[in-house]
T-cell receptor, first 115, second 114 residues
């Protein structure tokens, strides 16, 4: 149980385009989903917390107009990187927790490369 | 504010031996949870073990066990009978109070040598 999927696993795009990453909880309902960014050899950096049906809460320094998050249902959250630039290239990971739970289960991550 | 400190950036162990990874934390909350996550080269974050602060008994999951010293705010992970597949980054993490946010340590890179 507690499986989280992410799609795509890898994406290469041109500078200026937008990229959408999906995060799904496959076998449980998730009231809260989290989006992280991870630079090489570093820990995870929380970008935002999203709750189903409400606006995401962004961490300080994260541009909400650049990283659009939509939590449309209890099993799906999406992160859209708008007008991507090379500095947005990174590894993006989502996580989700059970309704009322505190343990986060992570997706496999998405490698984004912006050329 | 909550903090998590992992003082060992890298460690190595021989296959079949035992290794202990250190983690200390700081929080003023009385209700909190501690976690160890593993991130192998695939970069998939995998939950290894979790500990509720109110439980005195140390959590155990097969070859993985923790030494939870609440007064010292220490939460070390012991891996017994190390296997090559245990090679990974290990992150200690904390959720405290009513927060949903995980606070991560910087990680320890563990290499299991044949």
């Amino acid at each position: 149980g507690a499986v989280v999927s992410q799609h795509p696993s890898r994406v290469i795009c041109k500078s200026g385009t937008s990229v959408k990453i999906e995060c799904r909880s496959l076998d449980f309902q998730a009231t809260t989903m989290f989006w992280y960014r991870q630079f090489p050899k570093q820990s995870l950096m929380l970008m935002a917390t999203s709750n189903e049906g409400s606006k995401a809460t962004y961490e300080q320094g994260v541009e909400k107009d650049k990283f659009l998050i939509n939590h449309a249902s209890l099993t799906l959250s999406t992160l859209t990187v708008t007008s991507a630039h090379p500095e947005d290239s990174s590894f993006y990971i989502c996580s989700a927790n059970y309704v009322g739970g505190e343990t986060q289960y992570f997706g496999p991550g998405t490698r984004l490369l912006v050329l | 504010a909550q903090t998590v400190t992992q003082s060992q950036p890298e460690m190595s162990v021989q296959e079949a031996e035992t290794v202990t990874l250190s983690c200390t934390y700081d929080t003023s909350e009385s209700n909190y949870y501690l976690f160890w996550y593993k991130q192998p080269p695939s970069r998939q974050m995998i939950l290894v073990i979790r500990q509720e602060a109110y439980k005195q008994q140390n959590a155990t999951e097969n070859r993985f066990s923790v030494n939870f010293q609440k007064a010292a705010k220490s939460f070390s992970l012991k891996i017994s009978d190390s296997q090559l597949g245990d090679t990974a980054m290990y992150f200690c993490a904390l959720i405290a109070g009513g927060s949903e946010k995980l606070v991560f340590g910087k990680g320890t890179k563990l290499t299991v040598n044949p």
